[in-house]
């Protein structure tokens, strides 16, 4: 199984229909992160969390909201999809007390809102 | 405001010619990372840098951290189809990553 699992892998949805990208880790670290990749835009964060009850808004969070259910759980949820949210998202996950260790991502949601 | 500026954007070559990817800022941080993302899979840790002048080698692929730690390069030689990918870097920024723009690199054999 892979350390840092998303899921679904691909999404199409209607606009206006709320949408729940959800990911799951193995890895036991203590922070979660929701990036969004846009070509030409590389990897932009949307919302973090350092712990289970840490939840904080990114660079780009309107139209988003996050739960951190478990420390290896961590859903993003689009209230109310429009169509420039279609892009690939991806989760992380990040040891606090090994930043230099880098982050271990997922494999991508790739999103398409119509 | 992009904090982390990559060139070129894109870039492509034949196996066996060198390459310089460069990534750029007006900021100094503590340390500079660099990753690998592969089409349908997310980005890789390829290396961190920490001292400002520190070289590190991986096999090929040659990482410079700037004497300001405000810039570093990545130096492929010899370049193989198997290098073909995204390649970011990224720095911390009050305790999280950023991210550069990236530059996609396409080798043909």
């Known amino acids: 199984d892979a350390d840092v699992t998303q899921t679904p892998r691909n999404r199409i949805t209607k606009t206006g229909k709320r949408i729940m990208l959800e990911c799951s880790q193995t890895?036991?670290?203590?922070?979660m992160y929701w990036y969004r990749q846009d070509p030409g835009l590389g990897l932009r964060l949307i919302y973090y969390?350092?712990?289970?009850?840490?939840?904080n808004k990114g660079e780009i969070s309107d139209g988003y909201s996050v739960s951190r259910q478990a420390q290896a759980k961590f859903s993003l949820s689009l209230e109310s999809a429009i169509p420039n949210q279609t892009a690939l998202y991806f989760c992380?996950?990040?040891?606090?007390?090994?930043?230099?260790?880098?982050?271990?991502f997922g494999s991508g949601t790739r999103l398409t809102v119509v | 405001t992009q904090l982390l500026e990559q060139s070129p954007q894109f870039l492509s070559i034949q196996e066996g010619e060198n390459l310089t990817v460069y990534c750029n800022s007006s900021?100094?941080?503590?340390?500079l990372q660099w990753y690998r993302q592969e089409p349908g899979e997310g980005p890789v840790l390829l290396v961190t840098v920490v001292t400002g002048g520190e070289v590190k080698k991986l096999k090929r692929l040659t990482f410079q951290f700037g004497d300001a730690r405000k810039d570093s390069s990545l130096h492929i030689t010899a370049a193989q189809p198997g290098d073909t990918g995204l390649y970011l870097c990224a720095a911390l920024n009050t305790d999280k990553l950023i991210f550069g723009t990236g530059t996609r690199l396409q080798v043909f054999p």
């Open positions: 992380a996950t990040s040891d606090s007390g090994q930043l230099d260790y880098g982050y271990t």
């Open positions: 969390s350092f712990d289970v009850k840490d939840i």
């Open positions: 900021s100094v941080f503590s340390s």
């Open positions: 890895k036991g670290h203590d922070r």
